[in-house]
């Protein structure tokens, strides 16, 4: 939690528009890229950030004092990101089609371009493939440092589900990244 | 492995991701909008199309009930 947190919040029940503006710059990016992974798609991800801003801009009075805003936050993301994903999966079957396959991370993804090197581009790949439960995880605790109990509360899930998926997925990161992993490369 | 092992690991591998960002113009967009909702207090307008939804149902039902009543009385 940043030193401020408490800061906005106070100003936020207020209804301050200051104390949003600190909050969307301190979260803005963070959040965009854990929507932008999840969806790989970047107008889907630019929409679902609106809507997560939004939800906080009028809840802003309800808010708790003791509120995380980052765990707020991600939650929220989190059941815009299932919601969509339920309406692709029912786009997809009225459009006669099994439920899409989520892009893999090939030179078509939104990510692509985004790279500087191999390696970012192998990491980019390795997270694009894991399944989005696992995905999901991966990147609230590799990205944005989150301990499995809190990714548990965000995500709705019970801790030792959390802990399971989290060691699922640093197996299937490592396997996918092989001599692109940071910890293979350190050791001999 | 502990889970502690576990975040440690995906830490150390997510560390090279990189970061990314919306343009300047979206994010502007974004945030204008979203920054005048702040302390916006619901208006009292959204009472006003359940209220007249229940007045027509309510005014139905009524009428469906003396309805019946007046077959059921002959």
């Known amino acids: ?188 | 492995m502990t889970d502690q092992d576990d975040a440690a690991e995906l830490t150390e591998i997510s560390r090279e991701l990189p970061a990314l960002d919306l343009d300047a113009t979206t994010t502007e967009r974004i945030a204008h909008r979203a920054r005048d909702q702040v302390g916006r207090r619901p208006s009292p307008l959204r009472f006003v199309e359940p209220a007249i939804a229940a007045l027509l149902v309510t005014g139905y039902l009524i009428w469906a009930v003396l309805k019946a009543l007046e077959a059921l009385g002959g």
């Open chain 1, 1 to 188: 939690m940043a030193a401020d947190e408490p800061a906005w919040i106070d100003g936020l029940r207020r209804g301050e528009p200051a104390a949003f503006d600190a909050v969307f710059a301190a979260y803005r990016q963070r959040l965009y890229g854990y929507l932008v992974r999840m969806t790989r798609r970047r107008d889907v991800a630019e929409d679902l950030l609106q809507d997560t801003f939004l939800r906080l801009a009028q809840h802003a009075r309800k808010l708790a004092p003791d509120t995380r805003l980052g765990a707020w936050l991600f939650t929220v993301a989190h059941r815009l990101v299932i919601s969509w994903s339920r309406a692709q999966a029912v786009r997809a079957q009225l459009a006669g089609d099994l439920p899409a396959r989520e892009a893999g991370g090939d030179d078509r993804s939104p990510l692509g371009a985004l790279v500087e090197s191999q390696a970012q581009l192998a990491l980019e790949r390795a997270f694009a493939q894991l399944e989005p439960p696992y995905r999901e995880v991966a990147l609230l605790v590799g990205v944005e440092g989150m301990q499995p109990a809190e990714v548990a509360e965000v995500l709705g899930q019970k801790p030792d589900a959390i802990r399971q998926r989290l060691a699922r997925a640093r197996t299937r990161l490592a396997a996918a990244l092989g001599e692109h992993a940071p910890a293979a490369r350190r050791k001999p």
